[in-house]
């Protein structure tokens, strides 16, 4: 695997969040998670769906998206006990139907083929759990474009900690001013990469006023762009 | 849900273990698990396919096959550190291969059905993980035919302890003799169903001189068929 500056001073790197930059994350998951509460709900859990899928949420934010066992506190929450048949539905559920819509955004293949062309390396940097991360790469079959991939779970430090960015670019052995990050969160791709002294572009996002202030009073070096697509507009 | 006994005491019920008897369990996990290897020894891992797939062998033997983290250890063994990548690559393809192949054996649902025609109560006792059992029944679509699901995860015994069986009779409010054990394994199905009081039928199975002695010694009552097709012979 040729890592930057291996040999070459001028060589430069973008690293891309996954979750929400490359693939449709937050769609898939909510479509997964009502449709395993329809299933739950038609199978004998004694609340309305809109209820039930409520509850859920609001389990995913107590516990965190990466806890696996949202549904266990769900039938527990609402029956009392835990009832394994009414959660090995909906985990079914939510995984066939997350399996199913599991795309990347619209041209990410040919985004990623386009900046291996001009010669950058390619890295992730994800919150999440390395394998799960890396089981979406796979399956989406996009793996192979990646340098590295790092995650919070690997490093010990969740973005926007500038840690994670640093650990990133001492294993792609590339220099922050030539590498850029490419993000769909403000306080947690931009803020923390434009800290440990990187290029920025944020996708898949607006900026409200305050936020547009922040960029201009901390002197972020910020692009902004609809989608990775556009990338070949800058890069 | 009706249990046996509820209304009439000549409710009768049949026990079915789950794995490779219901389904073909240990088939369809050996093409998975060399379907992963092969991809893993393809994508870096650095043995040849058979040196790897013994070695995963050998890790399951010792964690046991519902330990889930096959893959993290045999990269660790063979690299010294494992490897994200491989493991979840591995992850993936056991997962897509054996969803790909789970099927209930052939005529299962005509038999289930021919034996609910017939007024008999269903459940299912498994050595197994809840979750991971509803699973399989859920997606081979059979979990409908079952009254209770009872596994050694849930009882705190395993079978052949005698524990298991009576745990699933109480919970059926099912009496021993009116009730018949279905297993493919002859000391952990047929045994310990048979120190409960229960009628049993051993399938998909051959039974030794060694095995038919104790048998006849322990005065077990038997039958064996080539499968639970053949259930609609002797019910």
């Known amino acids: 695997m040729t890592k930057c500056g291996d040999n070459k001073l001028d060589e430069k790197a973008v690293f891309f969040d996954i979750d929400d930059t490359l693939l449709d994350t937050s769609s898939f998951a909510e479509t997964a998670r009502r449709a395993a509460i ?6 004998g859990l004694p609340l309305e769906k809109d209820e039930a899928y409520d509850l859920l949420k609001e389990i995913i934010e107590q516990k965190g998206s990466n806890y696996d066992k949202h549904f266990n506190v769900l039938t527990k929450t609402v029956l009392g006990e835990e009832d394994p048949f009414l959660i090995a ?3 079914t559920t939510y995984h066939n139907v997350k399996f199913a819509l599991l795309r990347p955004f619209p ?5 990623l083929l386009y900046l291996k062309t001009k010669g950058y390396k390619l890295g992730a940097i994800s919150n999440g759990i390395t394998i799960k991360q890396w089981e979406k790469l796979i399956r989406l079959n996009i793996h192979g474009f990646f340098d590295e991939v790092i995650t919070s779970e690997e490093v010990g430090f969740k973005k926007p900690n500038r840690h994670i960015f640093e650990e990133a670019l001492s294993k792609m052995n590339c220099k922050a001013e030539k590498s850029i990050m490419v993000g769909n969160k403000l306080d947690v791709d931009i803020i923390g990469a434009a800290n440990a002294g990187m290029k920025t572009v944020l996708v898949n996002s607006n900026i409200d006023l305050e936020s547009e202030e922040r960029i201009i009073e901390e002197n972020i070096d910020l692009k902004v762009l609809n989608n990775i697509s556009e990338l070949n507009t800058i890069l």
């Open 89 to 91: 539905l909906g985990m």
């Open 38 to 43: 329809e299933m739950m709900v038609e199978n």
């Open 107 to 111: 041209r990410t293949t040919q985004t």
